[in-house]
Each structure stands twice: as structure tokens, then as C-alpha cells.
């Protein structure tokens, strides 16, 4: 089992930027394939990117590709959503999720991901 702790949300102006970062710890993290999901109220929760275990392949969905980057440190157990252009439509809660895998791909999906945060605001105010 593994614990997601995520940190550096916030309030930022529009064109501004934040990187998140989740912490991981009571597995080995290079097991675990990892994405960011996010949900706005009253909206679904969505994906936003996913990394893979040796953190050499990533996904974007289509709103944040060019603006956000996935990227993880296997050393600090951490995955990081370094987020740039941001958009009043940013404003979400943001979570961490972890997939304990033995292939190298990535997913989008959040039913498969097993492990979820609590997740951290981004308000993007215009």
C-alpha cells in the first residue's frame, strides 16, 4: 500500500504558475505509475497527466498539453505537475493517484489507479 500527500496548491492570477508535488511513501515508488486528475465543482473529476514508472513516457490531456509538465523524482519518492499559463478554467481540486504496475506504460483512466490523495486547491483568478 502506499500514502499520497499532495502540497503547493494556491491562489495565482491567470498566467501565473504553481507546481504541485505528491509525496509517497510505504512502497517502493518506482512500482507505481502515477497520474494527476482534477475536478472543479460540480464537474466530474478528470485527468490531467500520467508518468510512467521510470518517468520516461508521459500523457496530457489535450487542455494542458504545452502548458503542463509531469515529471517524478524515484529518489524522493515524489511526482511533481509543474503547471504554467494558467487558466481561470484551472480552478480545480488536483489529486494525486498511484498504479501499481509491472509494465511501462502509462494510463488515463482514474478507475485504475488504485491510490488516491486528498488532493490540493488551485484557484486561478482572472
Known amino acids: 500500500q502506499v500514502q499520497l500527500v499532495e502540497s503547493g496548491g494556491g491562489l495565482v492570477q491567470a498566467g501565473g504558475s504553481l507546481r504541485l508535488s505528491c509525496a509517497a511513501s510505504?512502497?517502493?515508488?518506482?512500482?507505481?505509475?502515477m497520474g494527476w486528475f482534477r475536478q472543479a465543482p460540480g464537474k466530474e473529476r478528470e485527468f490531467v497527466a500520467a508518468?510512467?514508472?521510470?518517468?520516461?513516457?508521459?500523457v496530457y490531456a489535450d487542455s494542458v498539453k504545452g502548458r503542463f509538465t509531469i515529471s517524478r523524482d524515484n529518489a524522493k519518492n515524489t511526482v511533481y505537475l509543474q503547471m504554467n499559463s494558467l487558466e481561470p478554467e484551472d480552478t480545480a481540486k488536483y489529486y494525486c493517484?498511484?498504479?501499481?504496475?509491472?509494465?511501462?506504460?502509462?494510463?488515463?483512466?482514474?478507475?485504475?489507479?488504485?491510490?488516491w490523495g486528498q488532493g490540493t486547491q488551485v484557484t486561478v483568478s482572472s
Open positions: 493517484a498511484a498504479d501499481f504496475t509491472f509494465t511501462t506504460g502509462v494510463v488515463n483512466l482514474a478507475s485504475r489507479y488504485e491510490y
Open positions: 510505504g512502497r517502493t515508488f518506482s512500482d507505481y505509475r
Open positions: 508518468i510512467n514508472r521510470s518517468g520516461l513516457v508521459t
